[in-house]
């Protein structure tokens, strides 16, 4: 079997689509290493323009820790407003807070978790009943292990404002640089890694359904000719359907990272609110509820939306240019 091909199926079944999302090259497709690069670009285009509601999500996800409903005060409210008070105590420079780290993430997250997904394509993994999950998710856990202290970093500045506008645990670093001297200089190359057990899971199951459900719905939609095969409007129709599945999955996981990554630590890196993933789970569900868990989906899909799209459109059409 050449690499990159599966074996004939029925046109009419969902279950297992061929991936990656571009029309099949006739000599195997795209390098790993070239994949790496793509993956890594088309991740850092797409966080340039989905910033500022990474910034506004964060301002949610963190506003109201482990306080029952309606006992606190609300700066933000709701996904435009909340960004109309960034903007007021911030100004515009604050939609872009922690632009460089999640540039630095998406780079590194990216490049790796597609560089593993191809790997999992050209062994022919992806071809095996479950195979496209199973490899978006291993992927994504590789990537969110290798980019952890990027997204430590970016979820610490983004959180950061004026003290009347204070959500969450303020770490007050002066910029990128400063926060990574910071974190290793307190607490060593182990504190830059704390919080990775909220991103494996976070970035596993989104990582796995996004690249399933892109995969399938871009494939469907053409096989039914509502869209021409190899056209950007199939691959646009593929990550709307990719986002939304994405961010209701995802948003537990996504809450649940935020507070790991922003909470404050005792001087040997034990964190004073949350022991740890399951902790955490349990503590936001006795305290603020079970929609504590879903606190900021609305920004989540906003964000994940358009950057599903915009991460998987720009891969789909770097990987054409580069087969071409």
């Known amino acids: 079997m050449a690499a990159g091909t599966l074996a004939p199926r029925p046109a009419d079944s969902l279950q297992e689509f061929q991936y990656p999302p571009q029309n099949s090259p006739p000599a ?5 290493a070239t994949d790496l690069v793509l993956g890594a670009t088309a991740g ?3 966080c340039f323009l989905t910033n500022p509601l990474e910034v506004v999500k964060t301002r949610l996800q963190l506003q109201g820790e482990l306080q029952p409903p309606g006992t606190y005060p609300r700066p933000y409210r709701g996904v435009l407003r909340a960004a109309v008070a960034v903007c007021r105590a911030d100004g515009l420079r604050g939609l872009q807070k922690g632009l460089a780290a999640g540039l630095l993430y998406q780079g590194l997250m990216n490049g790796v978790r597609f560089y593993c997904y191809s790997h999992a394509e050209d062994a022919g993994w992806t071809g095996y009943p479950g195979g496209t999950v199973a490899a978006g998710a ?3 856990a590789v990537g969110a292990i290798v ?3 990027a997204y430590l970093v970016k979820t610490h500045l983004q959180a950061q404002t004026l003290s009347a506008m204070a959500v969450g645990h303020q770490h007050n670093h002066e910029s990128i640089s400063g926060a990574f001297r910071s974190i290793y200089q307190q607490h060593g190359v182990v504190g830059l890694w704390r919080g990775v057990s909220g991103a494996v899971p976070r970035v596993a199951v989104g990582s796995a ?3 399933a459900t892109f995969a399938s719905a871009k494939d469907w939609v053409c096989e039914r000719q509502w869209f021409r095969k190899g056209s950007w409007a199939a691959v646009l129709a593929g990550g709307m359907v990719s986002g939304v599945a994405v961010a209701v999955t995802m948003t537990p996981f996504d809450v649940i990272s935020t507070r790991l990554y922003n909470q404050p630590v005792d001087a040997d890196g034990t964190g004073k609110l949350y022991r740890g993933f399951l902790d955490c789970i349990l503590q936001i569900s006795s305290k603020e509820g079970l929609l504590g868990l879903y606190k900021g989906i609305g920004a989540v899909y906003l964000r994940l939306g358009p950057h599903t799209v915009l991460s998987l459109f720009f891969w789909d059409k770097l990987r054409n240019m580069v087969q071409h």
């Open 138 to 140: 291993v992927a994504g």
């Open 147 to 149: 980019g952890s202290p």
């Open 44 to 46: 850092c285009l797409a």
């Open 209 to 211: 359904v996004q690249l």
């Open 28 to 32: 195997g497709g795209v390098p790993p």
